[in-house]
């Protein structure tokens, strides 16, 4: 999808996400792809699927992948000029050859709006999925209700079907999901889509015998502030004002000492 940054705010304002925005280029992609190997094999595929947990904050080369100038183009036309990466995970959905699926049950993520799980007000949250592999319908692409985050917070309950990867194990009832107008986003290895924090999505298992990896970002407005939420119980350890400036100080600017903003 190739929309012109001017007016890339209206379509996500409408549709509640972007997809298939080039950020990495070859060179870099490559050099991505090796550093993430690396983590790989220091601590295992099975530990890489989800806990490469805010590493941003440890690790140069990811801090500056979450901070490209291609990925906050994209981020600050629809968030505005003051951001804040509010965290970070790499989420990796192996073939079965390379991780064994845990009771033969194949990892899947249920239908959810990530706003749910995030203790926060003030303003919106944009995720980012960016592919540090090809993504397609075989290997579990994501799926997109656009729309959706019109509809507000919805109801989510504990996943019916075994294997859902969410940390809370929850999902949207599937009579609230307009599966009718799903729509996938394929992405090439360097490529983003980035959705609203309400926006409801899923992604089916991966049946290939290709990796499915990307990184997931989320950014906030400088505006938005943390709450204490018993039914979304968050701490922010690893925010850092990555675009513009912060008038608000609502988060701690945790910033890691090799860490420069130019945006």
Known sequence: MKIDSNKMKDFYDTNGFLTAIEVLD???LHQAQKEHENLEEKFGKEYAQYDLHNIHMQNEWVMNV???PNLLKAITAVLGPNIILLDSRFICKYPPSEVPHKNNTAPYVAWHQDIKYWGFEGGPVASVWLAFDDVDADN???QII???HKQGILEHRIAEVAGNMLTA????PKHLVNVEDLVECPLKAGEMSVHDGLTVHASQPN????RRCG???RYVPTTAYPVKDPERPRS????????GTDEYKHFQDNAPHFFTKTF
């Open 66 to 68: 979450a901070v490209h």
């Open 146 to 148: 656009p729309g959706s």
């Open 140 to 142: 579990g692409v994501l």
């Open 207 to 210: 049946m290939s015998d290709r």
């Open 169 to 172: 194990n929850q999902e949207i």
């Open 236 to 243: 922010f350890p690893a925010t850092v004002l990555v675009a």
């Open 215 to 217: 990184f997931v970002i």
């Open 26 to 28: 070859e060179k870099e």
